[in-house]
């Protein structure tokens, strides 16, 4: 699927993006309950005074990765669409909603994937000026890449991976 058309724009933050990761983490939970679990609200939207796409990225962490056949049809019953690693190996990236309401990104220990996640909305949390520097910088990519997910999403990537390894991102 490409998800290249739709208007990137970035919105004030909204505790009502609080609730709708809440209720998701809830229906997620019971259909993830047969595989050991964990979910946890990340990016942008789980950060209070973060601008944001108005899209709710929620992390699941499995035993196996390899038990992702068995839950991509329950997850089909929550409308969530699976579109495999999208470009990002170890990771199954499912989508819900349209207009787009939902991200979930399921993975194992077996990547770094989590950790990074986690950290950088932590760090996100935790440090006013490092979020306003991302809020510019996604901003100033939001306007060069304004209906191109894809490309925006990769312009990003220097940014975060620069906070994760412990640099201050330029």
């Given at each position: 699927?490409?998800?290249?058309?739709?208007?990137?724009?970035?919105?004030?933050?909204?505790?009502?993006?609080?609730?709708?990761?809440?209720?998701?983490?809830?229906?997620?939970?019971?259909?993830?309950?047969?595989?050991?679990?964990?979910?946890?609200?990340?990016?942008?939207?789980?950060?209070?005074?973060?601008?944001?796409?108005?899209?709710?990225?929620?992390?699941?962490?499995?035993?196996?990765?390899?038990?992702?056949?068995?839950?991509?049809?329950?997850?089909?019953?929550?409308?969530?669409?699976?579109?495999?690693?999208?470009?990002?190996?170890?990771?199954?990236?499912?989508?819900?909603?349209?207009?787009?309401?939902?991200?979930?990104?399921?993975?194992?220990?077996?990547?770094?994937?989590?950790?990074?996640?986690?950290?950088?909305?932590?760090?996100?949390?935790?440090?006013?000026?490092?979020?306003?520097?991302?809020?510019?910088?996604?901003?100033d990519l939001a306007g060069i890449y304004?209906?191109?997910?894809?490309?925006?999403?990769?312009?990003?990537?220097?940014?975060?991976?620069?906070?994760?390894?412990?640099?201050?991102?330029?």
């Open positions: 699927m490409n998800i290249v058309g739709y208007k990137i724009e970035l919105v004030p933050y909204s505790e009502e993006w609080v609730t709708k990761f809440e209720r998701e983490k809830e229906l997620l939970g019971r259909t993830l309950a047969p595989h050991r679990h964990q979910i946890e609200h990340i990016g942008s939207t789980a950060v209070r005074d973060a601008l944001a796409k108005a899209i709710i990225d929620i992390a699941a962490l499995i035993d196996s990765v390899q038990l992702v056949p068995q839950i991509v049809q329950p997850l089909a019953g929550l409308s969530y669409q699976h579109m495999g690693e999208f470009g990002l190996p170890g990771r199954h990236f499912f989508i819900k909603g349209d207009p787009r309401a939902y991200h979930l990104h399921i993975v194992d220990a077996t990547t770094d994937h989590w950790q990074r996640w986690i950290k950088f909305r932590d760090a996100l949390r935790n440090d006013a000026e490092l979020r306003k520097q991302y809020e510019r910088s996604k901003a304004h209906s191109n997910h894809e490309k925006y999403t990769a312009a990003k990537s220097s940014f975060i991976n620069a906070m994760i390894e412990g640099r201050r991102p330029a």
